[in-house]
């Protein structure tokens, strides 16, 4: 079995993102080849994206099945400890909020990878590797 691997909103917008085929197409395989850890906030953003965000987007039923199918996977509630770690972390690693609390979720769940597009590709930060899949 594969070390979990924490992935970020952006590569499950991808997943359903009829307009980026080729990164739709990268998000299938790296899902399929990994054991994911998400997040709460990465379902909730998941949701909002690809109902509201893209330029064709998915029904609300057909996200919400989503939703539920990848919440089969270990997901990791917000709590207020996660909250204060991700506002530590975002003072000394100058990050957005939403990014620390993403990694901060990755750290709690004891991952050694987040997969993201959203921060430096091979940074490691708080222990934790970041891999942008579509690079």
């Not at 996200?63 to 199918?69: E, T, Y």
Request: proline share 4%; with cysteine; charged share 20%.
């Amino acid at each position: 079995m594969t070390a979990p691997v924490f992935v970020d909103t952006n590569v499950l917008v991808y997943y359903f993102d009829q307009d980026e085929p080729t990164k739709r197409e990268r998000a299938e395989q790296v899902m399929a080849a990994i054991d994911p850890v998400l997040s709460a906030q990465v379902l909730s953003e998941f949701y909002w994206t690809v109902t509201r965000k893209l330029a064709r987007p998915v029904g609300a039923d057909q996200a919400g099945l989503a939703v539920s199918r990848w919440a089969r996977f270990r997901v990791i509630p917000i709590t207020a400890a996660l909250v204060a770690a991700a506002i530590q972390t975002g003072k000394e690693h100058q990050l957005a909020y939403w990014d620390a609390l993403i990694l901060e979720a990755a750290v709690a769940a004891g991952c050694e990878e987040l997969l993201t597009e959203d921060l430096a590709d091979g940074a490691v930060l708080r222990g934790v590797r970041i891999r942008n899949p579509f690079a």
